[in-house]
């Protein structure tokens, strides 16, 4: 059965508001309703009466709310202990990071911590946020560098760092190469390489919505699942990629990267970076390296 589910059910019953009961999760409501929603269609039963002026718990709501409540209880005892137990074995900072920050990010933050605290060790996994995150929850790792899923965990934490600008990579002898930056425009009629939507659903949708708010169409000639790969593909000419800036990095001879102009407003927000862990817990080893990226966040996001 479904932790975050139960946790929303426990939310909804103590504060008989859906509305108040998401915002104690920082999660939206219609969130929430979708999360009881599940968990009633497991159960295969209503567990609230709900009107347009009141919520109330239905007699089998009533009857499983201790159940459920100790449940929960031991679940995140679990985990806690779980948590305690992995960072006894090891003195190890465990922090997991997209591809475009482990190039970015992750060099520039690692520089200023063994300047600020020399003794903290950090062991750095480069894996997608779908990845990622069950990891945090797990105790596999101590924090990550992600980008913030659509529905957010409640037992997540997530600190958003700062908006990734967007580059254009093309083959080195195309017409747009020599050129300083380039507009949605100018890609109208270009082949375009995008990520696997499954794997990579803000890299591959912000390619998609760029288009659609210019009136225009993405025409996609080949679908990959890495940044290396993607990269790779461009320099054999079989399109051009719109990456994140930092993926520029990645050096690929016949490779050239040229600034995107992207327009304010939504499209921008599937370029978020943000930092997650797992609510409730103490790491001084966590806070310690975030505390090293508040101060130094300016100069860092100048470079993104």
């Known amino acids: 059965m479904d932790i975050a589910q139960l946790k929303c059910f426990l939310a909804a019953a103590d504060a008989l508001h859906f509305g108040r009961a998401a915002q104690s999760l920082d999660m ?11 968990l009633e269609e497991r159960l295969e039963t209503r567990l609230f009466l709900r009107t347009t002026r009141s919520v109330a718990l239905t007699e089998a709501g009533k009857a499983v709310l201790e159940e459920v409540r100790a449940l929960v209880d031991q679940a995140e005892r679990i985990e806690a202990r779980v948590r305690e137990i992995r960072k006894a074995e090891s003195a190890v900072l465990r922090v997991g ?4 920050a482990a190039a970015g990010l992750v060099p520039q933050l690692l520089q200023l911590v063994r300047a600020e605290h020399p003794a903290l060790e950090v062991q750095i996994i480069e894996q997608k946020t779908i990845h990622l995150l069950p990891k945090l929850l797990s105790g596999s790792l101590d924090l990550a560098f992600c980008r913030p899923p659509d529905v957010r965990d409640p037992r997540i934490n997530f600190r958003t760092l700062f908006f990734e600008s967007a580059v254009v990579a093309l083959p080195s002898d195309h017409p747009l190469a020599s050129r300083a930056e380039v507009s949605i425009g100018d890609l109208v009629d270009a ?12 890299s591959h949708d912000l390619t998609i919505k760029l288009f659609l708010d210019a009136g225009l169409t993405a025409r996609i000639s080949q679908v990959a699942e890495e940044k290396h790969t993607i990269v790779n593909l461009v320099a054999s000419g079989a399109g051009l990629a ?29 370029l978020i ?11 001084p080893q966590r806070d310690a390296l975030l505390a090293t990226l508040e101060r130094h966040l300016e100069e860092i996001e100048a470079s993104a």
Not at 28 to 38: K, N, T, W
């Open 28 to 38: 939206l409501p219609a969130s929430l309703g979708r999360q009881i929603r599940l």
């Open 97 to 100: 990071a997209i591809d475009s």
């Open 191 to 202: 082949p375009l390489i995008v990520p696997d939507r499954r794997s990579r659903p803000h």
């Open 242 to 270: 719109i990456v994140p800036r930092w993926s520029s990095r990645i050096a690929v001879p016949g490779v050239t990267f040229v600034r995107l102009t992207m327009p304010e407003g939504t499209t921008r927000s599937k």
């Open 273 to 283: 970076l943000a930092a997650a862990w797992t609510r409730g817990t103490r790491d």
